[in-house]
């Protein structure tokens, strides 16, 4: 079965700095998607980056930016510029690709990042 | 234009009643699912449809029971309610090959 581990329960960064959240996985799939969701204090599960396990490059999204090392299974989370609305969980997930629009996400346990002014 | 919506947002209810939430999503997504998020925060898929046909069904009590009238509509009934069952329950939707998108979800308090 297929797990996802987030080993930083809790994360602090200071504004306008960088902070990198971690994430590994196991699958012995090869065709699989990963993604990083925010769920700030408003319970809204924000999709922030995803990332399709056949692509060698990097996803960027504006500030966030993911480190895929497809052979060791890690999916790490940069965010540059910290800012005080990055402040959240953030979740890491998984879904293996089914060819189709099908497919659960599997969830890691989150990271709580505080961001201090 | 709200892309997935979930009613109600909250719902507090006593020990063995019935409820019911409803989801709808307007983004034309072939599947829908439901996610229940207990007290520590961890996100656990209950059920999957796609095109209106159960594909997935965790292990979850069968006093849940996902209903879907159409392609755009994913209801969750809940006979008999535990105060296990309280939760943060939310509702999502993908596309082909695509992300899943969520709902703002429902807080059950069940007392």
């Known amino acids: 079965a297929q797990t996802v581990t987030q080993s930083q329960p809790e994360m602090s960064v200071q504004e306008a700095e960088t902070v990198t959240l971690s994430c590994t996985y196991d699958?012995?799939?090869?065709?699989?998607?990963l993604f990083w969701y925010k769920q700030p204090p408003s319970r809204q599960m924000i999709l922030v980056i995803r990332q399709e396990a056949y692509k060698q490059q990097n996803a960027t999204e504006n500030r966030f930016s993911v480190n895929f090392q497809k052979a060791a299974k890690s999916f790490s989370l940069k965010i540059s510029d910290s800012q005080l609305g990055d402040a959240a969980m953030y979740f890491c997930a998984y879904r293996k690709d089914y060819g189709g629009s099908q497919g659960n996400l599997i969830f890691g346990k989150g990271t709580k990042l505080s961001v201090k002014p | 234009d709200t892309a997935v919506s979930q009613t109600p947002k909250y719902l507090v209810t006593q020990m063995g009643n019935d409820k019911s939430i409803k989801c709808e999503q307007n983004l034309g997504h072939d599947t829908m699912y439901w996610y229940k998020q207990d007290s520590k925060k961890f996100l656990k898929i209950m059920f999957s449809y796609n095109n209106k046909e159960l594909i997935i069904n965790e292990t979850v009590p069968n006093r849940f029971s996902p209903k879907s009238p159409d392609k755009a509509h994913l209801n969750l009934h809940i006979n008999s309610l535990e105060l296990g069952d309280s939760a943060v329950y939310f509702c999502a939707s993908s596309a082909l090959r695509g992300a899943q998108y969520f709902g703002p979800g429902t807080r059950l308090t069940v007392l």
């Open positions: 699958t012995s799939e090869s065709d699989y998607y």
